[in-house]
């Protein structure tokens, strides 16, 4: 046989094994290395980036793969543990079915138990874990932010690493309110309170002014949100007040008792927390929120009843 008749036989063959190639691993050994996609990132986008930093042979072979296996727009955000020591196919399984760790995105003013009920959702965590969450965090020091948990993470654990980043955020607030002579757990407390009860970022220096006016003048706070927590249950944290309410035995009833709350209320974040510090001065002792939401501060009681009827009624 001519070479040309040997060429034209294996031609088939090379083609084969060329293609074959193209979903084989990048390296023959190599150790797992963590590979993070992030919240709202694309498949191409993360196709791109698997291969830009050596992770795939080619795009068009793991989308193959991807589409065999039925896997197209199945990768989530997240952590993953993955190797160029692994070919196309194991890597599309990994990205697919075996997170290490998962995004959870933690709003501002949630209570300690409702940031369980989402870390839990997004998670999977058993109920043993959730109580365990609840039961070890710290109400107030639960830093609202996106983080990115292990899944093998206990409760305890998740709820540390929100404190610790609590601690990493706030340092320079801790030390202004030191330097104002505002105690730590006021400062907390005073914040959670601002988070649920101001309806923008903007009007918080307001309603912490009103607060400490009325604080410092001896008044009762009167602030439903302290109600609020007081009757919280699962399934309604937050439940409108009824006149009723206003006669809940509990130490969070600031209609009853003077002063601030024993503990926060809910997790603020940095714009309360700075509303505290730097709230002013101001001659409002009172405010309300119209249907609208929008906000009527008053100097007088007087004052206060007339935007009662004027907003309210």
Known sequence: MDKKKIIIAILPVIAVLFFLYQFSAPEGKAAEERFVINLNAGQTEIITKLKEEGYIRTEWAFKLVMQVRGFLGQIKPGGYLI????????????LVNHPYQKWVVIPEGLRKEEVADRIAEQLGWADSKKQEFISTAEEGYLFPDTYLF????????????????????????????????????TLVILASIIQREAGSEKEMPLIAAIIWNRWLNDMKFEIDATVQYALGKPGNWWSSVKPE????????????????????????GLAALNAVVDSGDTEYFFYLHDSEGQIHPAKTYEEHLENIEKYLK
């Open 245 to 268: 309410d206003y006669k809940i035995d509990s130490p969070y009833n600031t209609y009853l008792h003077k002063g601030r709350p024993p503990a926060p209320i809910c997790n603020p």
């Open 150 to 185: 292990n899944l093998d993470y206990t409760g305890q654990e998740t709820a540390t690493r929100m404190e610790s980043n609590f601690n990493e955020q706030t340092i320079e607030i801790f030390k202004r309110a030191a330097e104002s002579r505002i105690l730590n757990n």
């Open 83 to 94: 190797s160029r020591g692994m070919n196309a196919w194991e890597l599309a399984d990994i």
